[in-house]
């Protein structure tokens, strides 16, 4: 079955460096997303991606953020100059169809960030 | 979006069926329920969706009243591995973005 890759796994970093979070959506959806998750917290949403601009964004997704589709299959988020609280679980999401009644998501297995 | 609200945790016992209750009782003509759960984080799992008639799927049923104020996810034989946070979201149409809430956390025993 097909599925949301992340890479790394988990990413340590120190506060003020920048870091590139990495995903490779399902290979035919044309919607794509970041959430993050900080610990103990509920899932929130930054971004969503659709033919190669960002569609809707939330407050938390800043000027420090930034989303690419550099090529045909990774889609990432990097943070410019992180901050300690930018640590969180970041997780990719994908989908065929972006509308209500289509939005079945698919999410990665998430990158653990962690800011020091 | 309209919100939801969920119980904040429910025990079910391993084998039985579980019923996750969700209110939504400001939900409009045009958005839809889903549910996603999400096992100790994991990335969240899409479950299943509906409009206004009662869906099911190899994972669970979604039953969704008349007037479409609340719905109940239906797990009909509960195991270890369904021990998660589920999430009621409602989405309309034209939506996108997946706003997760507190969800409730099943804890299904042995």
């Known amino acids: 079955e097909p599925e949301v890759t992340q890479t790394p796994s988990h990413q340590v970093t120190q506060m003020g460096q920048e870091v590139i979070l990495r995903c490779v959506p399902i290979?035919?959806?044309?919607?794509f997303y970041w959430y993050r998750q900080i610990l103990g917290q509920k899932v929130e949403f930054l971004v969503s991606?659709?033919?190669?601009?960002?569609?809707?964004k939330s407050e938390i997704f800043d000027d420090q953020f930034s989303v690419e589709r550099p090529d045909g299959s990774n889609f990432t988020l990097k943070i410019r100059s992180t901050k300690l609280e930018d640590s969180a679980m970041y997780f990719c999401?994908?989908?065929?169809?972006?509308?209500?009644?289509?939005?079945?998501?698919?999410f990665g297995p998430g990158t653990r960030l962690t800011v020091l | 979006d309209a919100k939801t609200t969920q119980p904040t945790s429910m025990d079910c016992a391993e084998g039985r069926a579980a019923n996750l209750p969700c209110n939504h009782s400001?939900?409009?003509?045009?958005?839809?329920v889903y549910w996603y759960r999400q096992i100790h984080s994991q990335g969240p799992q899409y479950i299943i969706h509906g409009l206004k008639n009662n869906e099911t799927n190899e994972m669970a049923s979604l039953i969704i009243t008349e007037d479409r104020k609340s719905s109940t996810l239906i797990l009909p034989h509960a195991t270890l591995r369904d021990t998660a946070v589920y999430y009621c979201?409602?989405?309309?149409?034209?939506?996108?973005?997946?706003?997760f809430g507190g969800g409730t956390r099943l804890m299904v025993k042995p």
């Open positions: 290979s035919n959806h044309l919607y």
């Open positions: 979201i409602v989405l309309n149409n034209a939506g996108n973005m997946l706003t």
């Open positions: 991606f659709y033919n190669n601009e960002i569609s809707e």
């Open positions: 999401a994908s989908t065929l169809v972006g509308t209500g009644g289509y939005n079945e998501q698919f």
């Open positions: 400001t939900i409009s003509g045009n958005e839809y």
